[in-house]
């Protein structure tokens, strides 16, 4: 079939299409955000995530910590786990993201050093309100461990 339209015309008109379609920036915006913004939220959901894990797992250590200098008093391992408990029950509130009744503590005499006393604890942090970020983003362990030694005895002895 022959065209009636000269073939320069025809160049120039498909110019014309490729430079509206590949030169128009009306929808830019729009379609980086459509990339971007899901990659950029499920980072900000892992930070905050493991910001209170981290933040629970700080707690659960300074908790250990503080009841080893809680217990300096007690003579007897039996006293100090009482001192422990005592401590743990009066304090709780003050530690953020922690249940007195997620927690294991053991307050005992050290097994391989007789001047030291050992607080070990063991929080159960499945009640934190991060686990459901575990279907895209990997996940610490659902028990915090920690623990503190202390010094029986002072120091000149």
Do not use: C
């Not at 499945?126 to 120091?155: E, R, V």
């Amino acid at each position: 079939m022959i065209s009636l339209i000269p073939k320069k015309v025809l160049v120039l008109r498909d110019f014309r299409i490729r430079q509206n379609f590949f030169g128009n920036r009306t929808g830019t915006a729009a379609t980086e955000f459509a990339i971007v913004a899901p990659v950029f939220l499920l980072m900000i959901l892992g930070m905050l995530g493991f910001g209170i894990y981290l933040g629970a797992s700080h707690s659960v250590q300074q908790l250990a910590s503080d009841v080893a200098r809680a217990t300096i008093p007690g003579v007897t391992e039996k006293e100090r786990q009482e001192i422990a408990a005592n401590f743990i029950n009066l304090n709780i509130d003050s530690y953020a993201f922690l249940k007195a009744d997620n927690m294991k503590v053991d307050v005992k005499d050290s097994e391989t050093v007789s001047d030291l006393f050992v607080v070990e604890i063991q929080y159960d942090a499945s009640h934190l309100p991060i686990w459901g970020l575990a279907d895209f983003a990997p996940m610490p362990s659902k028990t915090i461990t920690a623990s503190s030694a202390i010094k029986t005895g002072g120091y000149g002895q």
